[in-house]
């Protein structure tokens, strides 16, 4: 962060900016850049960013005279997630507390939140 004469300057995307790195740091299994993201008072818990996600997919293929064979293919795509799902989907039970506290202590993002679960 810049300060000229005594007062900060934060830049004009520095709320993207830095829920996006919150996304990222999530996605490479950084704890600590996470929670450093999550404390600061700019972040936007509830912010949608385009990440990139590696699935797993199997199969297991019959064959009547030979062994069965299982296929694996992992397939990458591109989608938008919130931190909280990114935090559930790698199981990480100490950033998900951290990120339903901030939620529910806001009232406003807790209503975004429910109306959001409530349209899936």
């Known amino acids: 962060m810049t300060v000229f004469s005594g007062r900060q300057v934060v830049p004009m995307d520095y709320e993207a900016e830095v829920s996006q790195r919150l996304l990222e740091a999530i996605l490479d299994g950084d704890f600590k850049t996470a929670s ?11 912010f949608v960013g385009a990440v990139s996600l590696k699935t797993r997919r199997s199969e297991v293929v019959l064959r009547d005279e030979s062994p069965s064979e299982v296929r694996v293919e992992y397939e990458e795509f591109k989608t938008d997630v919130t931190a909280l799902f990114l935090a559930v989907n790698f199981g990480n039970a100490a950033l998900v507390k951290e990120l339903l506290v901030i939620i529910f202590l806001n009232p406003s993002l807790a209503v975004s939140l429910t109306f959001f679960a409530l349209r899936f």
């Open 36 to 46: 450093d993201c999550v404390s600061d008072p700019l972040v936007d818990v509830n």
